[in-house]
Nanobody, 119 residues
């Protein structure tokens, strides 16, 4: 059974920083692209950043230069370092693990962690 457990959300002032963590249990981590998505009230869930097993990371334009995604394969953990947070970054942040076979893609999701940026 796959479990993704996020932590690190909270309330922060504009310009502040937070680091989100997501621990993956089960056997999927080493063969998954890991990502962070977010969903603000009334908006669709959107990709924030993704990091494959090997290769180039991907970022949403709105977070480039402020957020950094990383993974520790030994700890089966993916991180999202968020700097210079702004009110528009307020959302529920979800950890995602994406695995592929020849014929399908499977997504696994965490329960989400709230990030609120407000003065």
């Amino acid at each position: 059974q796959v479990q993704l457990v996020e932590s690190g959300g909270g309330l922060v002032q504009p310009g502040g920083s937070l680091r989100l963590s997501c621990v993956a249990s089960g056997s999927i981590f080493s063969r998954s692209t890991m990502g962070w998505y977010r969903q603000a009230p009334g908006k669709q869930r959107e990709l924030v950043a993704a990091i494959p097993r090997t290769g180039t990371t991907t970022y949403a334009d709105s977070v480039k230069g402020r957020f950094t995604i990383s993974r520790d394969n030994a700890k089966t953990t993916v991180y999202l370092q968020m700097n210079d947070l702004q009110p528009e970054d307020t959302a529920v942040y979800y950890c995602n693990a994406k695995t592929w076979t020849i014929v399908s893609v499977t997504d696994y999701w965490g329960q989400g962690t709230q990030v609120t940026v407000s003065s």
